[in-house]
């Protein structure tokens, strides 16, 4: 059982440093679009107001969805999993008394920092750990995180997450997360991912990799609707909402997720 676990966090770590790697690339070739990728805007070819405009988009539609639901109780903390350059985050900050973006990529929380220094009431973090334990639990009234999970190397990695984003949110907060619930054979080959860390480790040079031969490291996972409906109910997570979403593109099934701690009762 000992040699197991060893062996598992032996694969994590080395599943979770590639990842990270695969991240440093995207955010050195192409930071916004590896981030909202949109075919006109690939090859650095995104305007940045019009970038930070979308995230202002995403967040209002997100905040009039939880008014609706009713939830969180109370706008104190904001968590943004895999903040990127803080397009979400910064719209985040402007409704909330504080925002802490999170990415595994350094160069990414870099950019963010830099680009949102206006913002005092967001803190960028690195984080290329497994979970979330640098924070405690009940830490935020809202976690949100899309386009984020579906990258994620390997499905017991996602659902790790999605456990620990849940731990962090405080009772009645909000849990929303967005994450394909079903990929086509076709598009789970991702030759082009495959292809570019083949040739990367034959000393392919990363930049003409992706801006001769259109390659990038950027992977895609999902998993079913009611798996993860088991997953929260088993959690002790409320489960508010499921709604079809267009997040991962017009070719894959995805969903987003309302879900909300239960208060505890006294």
Not at 34 to 48: A, M, V, Y
Request: hydrophobic content about 40%; charged content about 30%; overall charge positive.
């Amino acid at each position: 059982m000992r040699q197991s676990r060893v062996k598992d966090d032996a694969m994590i770590k080395s599943d979770l440093a590639s990842h990270k790697v695969d991240w440093e690339d995207l955010a050195e070739l192409d930071p916004l679009w590896s981030i909202l990728t949109c075919p006109e805007t690939q090859h650095n070819r995104w305007d940045k107001d019009e970038f930070f405009r979308t995230g202002e988009e995403e967040i209002q539609s997100l905040m009039e969805n939880a008014d609706h639901l009713g939830f969180p109780l109370s706008k104190g903390q904001a968590l943004d999993f895999g903040c990127g350059v803080g397009r979400l985050t910064r719209a985040l900050a402007k409704r909330f008394q504080r925002c802490c973006g999170v990415d595994i990529s350094e160069r990414m929380v870099a950019m963010a920092r830099e680009l949102n220094a206006s913002f005092p009431n967001c803190e960028f973090l690195s984080n290329d750990r497994p979970d979330l334990s640098t924070f405690p639990s009940d830490s935020f009234d809202l976690v949100y995180t899309a386009r984020v999970l579906q990258h994620l190397p390997g499905r017991s990695r996602v659902e790790r997450l999605i456990r620990e984003l849940f731990r962090v949110v405080r009772p009645e907060g909000l849990l929303v997360f967005q994450l394909p619930s079903y990929i086509d054979l076709r598009r789970r080959l991702q030759p082009r991912r495959r292809l570019y860390q083949i040739l990367k480790r034959l000393g392919g040079n990363k930049a003409t990799l992706y801006k001769k031969m259109g390659l990038f490291p950027m992977r895609m996972n999902f998993i079913r609707e009611k798996d993860v409906i088991s997953l929260l109910n088993g959690v002790g997570a409320k489960v508010l909402k499921a709604e079809a979403d267009s997040l991962a593109g017009p070719l894959i099934e995805s969903r987003t997720y309302y879900a909300t701690k239960p208060a505890r009762s006294v």
